[in-house]
């Protein structure tokens, strides 16, 4: 079975950097998209950064020049590298792999972590 496995949230102050890692175990192969989304509390979950091997990095408006999504193939590892943290960012972060950039298209997801930025 593919399991995905995030890490790295943590508590830090606006503007500064973490990055989250998600381990993909058990995966096979094929043309994936691996996703990064959040929710806060009395949001909805949104789509923040997803990647594929196929298509260039797509990213949700507020995150843009902030976040930056990348992949590392030899460790089975999508990253998310979030800089000038906001408070606004703060949220329960999952991964998640897929064959769309629909959330709806995500049919695999890890647990969350989260981050919380302090103002």
């Known amino acids: 079975d593919v399991q995905l496995q995030a890490s790295g949230g943590g508590l830090v102050q606006a503007g500064r950097s973490l990055r989250l890692s998600c381990v993909v175990s058990g995966f096979t192969g094929g043309d994936y998209l691996a996703g990064w989304f959040r929710q806060a509390p009395g949001q909805e979950r949104e789509q923040v950064a997803c990647i594929s091997s196929t298509s260039p990095e797509h990213y949700e408006a507020s995150v843009k020049g902030r976040f930056t999504v990348s992949s590392d193939n030899a460790k089975n590892t999508v990253y998310l590298q979030m800089d000038n943290l906001k408070p606004e960012d703060t949220a329960l972060y999952y991964c998640?792999?897929?064959?769309?950039?629909?959330?709806?298209?995500?049919?695999?997801w890890g647990q969350g972590t989260q981050v919380t930025v302090s103002s």
């Open positions: 998640a792999a897929g064959t769309g950039y629909s959330e709806n298209d995500f049919d695999l």
